[in-house]
């Protein structure tokens, strides 16, 4: 017999603050990646789209907490690190948010 998922409201889902601290850090994330890149090639012109951005911290954090919702009883565990870096490598690689410009 499968187990019974908890109650949506067992388990937070994430706010408008926690989603906005994890933009920040993907934005920090891809200055600095975009810095090394731009370095060893200065005729690449790489960006990245912030409001892709925004959707990919989103996205994560939706899959996170129907994972957790689901998965994990008690509110305060946390998911595993594993996890967490999957779902938002899932959400990069499908979103995209690193392009070329072109001329």
């Known amino acids: 017999m499968p187990k019974k998922s908890a109650p949506k409201s ?16 993907l934005v920090q994330e891809c200055k ?3 810095d090394a890149l731009n370095t060893l090639n200065s005729k690449w012109d790489l960006r990245f789209d912030p409001f892709v951005l925004l959707s990919v ?3 994560a954090l939706d ?12 509110a305060k565990t946390l998911s ?6 999957a779902y938002f490598t899932k959400w990069i690689i499908k979103s995209r948010p690193i392009y070329f410009t072109r001329l």
């Open 10 to 25: 067992h388990v937070p889902p994430y706010n408008k603050r926690q989603i906005e601290a994890r933009f920040l850090a």
């Open 32 to 34: 600095f990646y975009l």
């Open 57 to 59: 911290a989103k996205s």
């Open 63 to 74: 899959d996170i907490w129907r994972y957790k919702s689901y998965h994990l009883r008690d």
């Open 80 to 85: 595993d690190s594993i996890k967490r870096a």
